[in-house]
Each structure stands twice: as structure tokens, then as C-alpha cells.
């Protein structure tokens, strides 16, 4: 694949009952710092190897994190988002990022979070955003998704077409209240019948409903082929659901994962077994060789894996508001050990 990125008592708070990964919550520390693996190469060494230089290409894609702000605490986030979290992009950067995209044209423009629908802004982005571009994307955990006052969210985004990309970790529901929360699965099949109703994810129409799958633990997803049609078939018999496209992931090891990776001792062994499943043709399709992500204080970043582990692009922080246009083809992507999540198997773009 290619380029496939407040209160508490107001929102309501998802207690995790952890089963399989024990969590340190919230608060970012030094564990993204990267240090390298006695036992595999360092990325660029894989890379050139294979004769691979990863720089830009022709940046088609705007992608917008908007806080860490979420109702949510999952044990995987590469962003240790939750409702505790106070990172949360304000009106002026709102108003910076959509002058940018006004100034430039993108392909595809990428609203995520933490929980995007929890932005106070987020209703002004959607609506001016999808003004300058082709395809506007909203990534959505579901459950922040499906709260009544935002039946005027899910209206505006089925007015601009927006294609939205919804997180389903697991058709079990102990797995999914494991990762995310009790009743998170409960309200995300909810989320999903409302979107069909709207119009999302059926037959011969074109609002697009994608859904995205991770695992649980320190393993590598199924085969996406095989999960897309066991949730397409138990999805619509149970509950009458339909969707367009399931994407299935490895976890990225950076954020709570990676803390639990590294007290439970799985970080070398995972990061060896990310390396073991280079694939150079999934490197030479990465998302951040066409993609520009801004904060929500509107700094800028190769990816939102990246924005996570505290590498900005080029490796020294630039906001948006200095960059008046797209990023120069031929500009080296800053590396990490995390980088092997996107490079191995089938990739995560």
C-alpha cells in the first residue's frame, strides 16, 4: 500500500483493564529516546545496504495532529494520548496550518490526534480544510466519535466527503476493552452502524469507511487478507456492518508500547523482529517520503511516528508559519529504530 496519517467528566474517561500489556501511564519521558539494539543495525546501515537513501519525494500529503487530547488511554499509542493530556492545537494554529494548505496543494490532507473530534477547533479545520484539497481523511478512535453532541461532526464529515479511517483493534470484545477501555467496543460497533446509516462504507457509495487493526502484544499482525474478510463477514452478520477497506499494522515501538516493551524486557527482541522483516520494497514506499506533519503548535515533522519520538524534520524544529511552501524533494527523513515498524512486511503506509 502506498500513502495510506475538555474535560474528563465531559467526554467521559475509558478505565483500561489491562490483559495482556501492563501500562505506565501518561506522563513522556526519555523511553523514546533511541538506543540501539546490541543485536540489530541501525536503519540507515539497512538501508544502504540495499542501495536505499530515504529522502523526499513530491510532497502530496498534509498531515495534522491536532493534541493528544483523547478519551482514551490505549496501551499501544506511539503518543501516550489520553484525557489527561493537555497538548491541544489552539485557533491560531489552527488558522496557520489551513493558510498553509491554502497556500499550497495537497493530494490528500490527514486530520488525526489523540482524539481529533475533541479539538474545539476541529469543526473550523474540517470545513476549511476541505476547501483545498482532493481527499480530506479523519482518523478516529470510534468511541470519542460516538457521542451524541457530535452528530454535527459526523454530518460535516459526511458533507465534505471526508474518508474516515476508524481504529478496531480486535472482533473480540474482551481483546478491545483490554486495549482501550471498558464499553469502547460496545460504542465503537455503535459508531459504525450510525456512520452506515449516513452513508459511510456501503455499496456504491462514495464516502469511504476504512477501519484499521493492531495487535494486542509484541507480535506482528495476521494477514491483512485473512483479517479483512473474517471482519468483513462477522461484522455484517452480527451486527450489519459494512466498511470498504481493513488495514492491519504492527504497533510502533515508541510511547506507552514501547515502556511496556522495555520493563517487560520485549524491546530488543521486538525491534530484532521488526529488522528480520525489512522488506525494500515496502522502504521505498514509505508515507513520509510524500508526507509533512505539523503539531498542534504547529512545528514540523517527516511523520507522526517521528513527531512522537521528538525528531523534528531535518532534524531542527521549523514551524509552519516559516515554511511557505512544501519541503524540497532530495531532503533527507530523519531515522530511527521505530522506523523499521514501516518497512517491515507489507509496510504501514
Not at 12 to 33: A, C, E, R, Y
Not at 39 to 52: D, E
Not at 82 to 93: F, V
Not at 108 to 118: C, F, N, R, S, V
Request: charged share 20%; with cysteine; proline share 5%.
Amino acid at each position: 500500500m502506498k500513502n495510506i496519517c475538555f474535560s474528563q467528566n465531559h467526554y467521559g474517561h475509558f478505565d483500561i483493564q489491562l490483559l495482556t500489556l501492563k501500562v505506565v501511564m501518561n506522563t513522556p519521558d526519555s523511553t523514546n529516546q533511541q538506543i540501539p539494539s546490541r543485536n540489530h543495525k541501525p536503519i540507515s546501515q539497512i538501508l544502504a545496504r540495499h542501495g536505499l537513501n530515504l529522502t523526499r519525494e513530491k510532497t502530496t500529503c498534509l498531515q495534522i495532529n491536532t493534541g493528544l487530547v483523547c478519551n482514551q488511554s490505549c496501551a499501544h499509542c506511539h503518543l501516550e494520548a489520553g484525557p489527561y493530556r493537555l497538548e491541544s492545537m489552539d485557533l491560531i494554529t489552527a488558522e496557520q496550518v489551513i493558510e498553509y494548505a491554502a497556500r499550497n496543494s495537497f493530494e490528500t490532507i490527514d486530520i488525526t490526534g489523540g482524539a481529533p473530534e475533541l479539538n474545539p477547533n476541529i469543526s473550523t479545520l474540517i470545513a476549511e480544510l476541505g476547501k483545498y484539497t482532493q481527499k480530506l481523511m479523519f482518523r478516529s478512535n470510534l468511541s470519542a466519535l460516538n457521542n451524541r453532541q457530535n452528530d454535527q461532526l459526523m454530518e460535516l464529515l459526511r458533507d465534505n466527503r471526508a474518508v474516515i479511517v476508524a481504529s478496531l483493534p480486535s472482533l473480540n470484545q474482551g481483546q478491545t476493552d483490554s486495549q482501550r477501555g471498558n464499553q469502547v467496543f460496545a460504542r465503537s460497533i455503535e459508531a459504525l452502524q450510525r456512520l452506515n446509516s449516513l452513508g459511510y462504507g456501503k455499496d456504491g457509495c462514495e464516502l469511504v469507511l476504512d477501519l484499521v487493526s493492531n495487535p494486542t502484544g509484541a507480535f506482528f499482525p495476521p494477514s491483512q487478507e485473512q483479517a479483512e474478510k473474517k471482519f468483513r463477514q462477522t461484522l455484517h452478520r452480527k451486527w450489519g456492518i459494512t466498511f470498504n477497506n481493513l488495514y492491519c499494522f504492527a504497533n510502533v515501538p515508541l510511547g506507552r508500547f514501547r515502556k511496556w516493551l522495555k520493563s517487560s524486557g520485549n524491546l530488543d527482541p521486538y525491534l530484532e523482529r521488526l529488522a528480520s522483516a525489512f522488506n525494500p520494497c515496502a522502504a521505498r514506499g514509505v508515507m513520509c517520503k510524500s508526507l509533512i506533519c505539523v503539531s498542534w503548535d504547529g512545528y514540523l515533522y517527516d511523520c507522526d511516528f517521528n513527531l512522537a519520538a521528538g525528531l523534528p524534520m531535518n532534524r531542527r524544529k521549523t514551524h509552519i508559519t516559516d515554511m511557505q511552501r512544501k519541503p524540497l524533494a532530495g531532503t533527507p527523513i530523519a531515522l530511527a529504530d521505530h522506523c523499521y515498524t514501516c518497512m517491515a512486511g507489507t509496510g504501514f503506509t
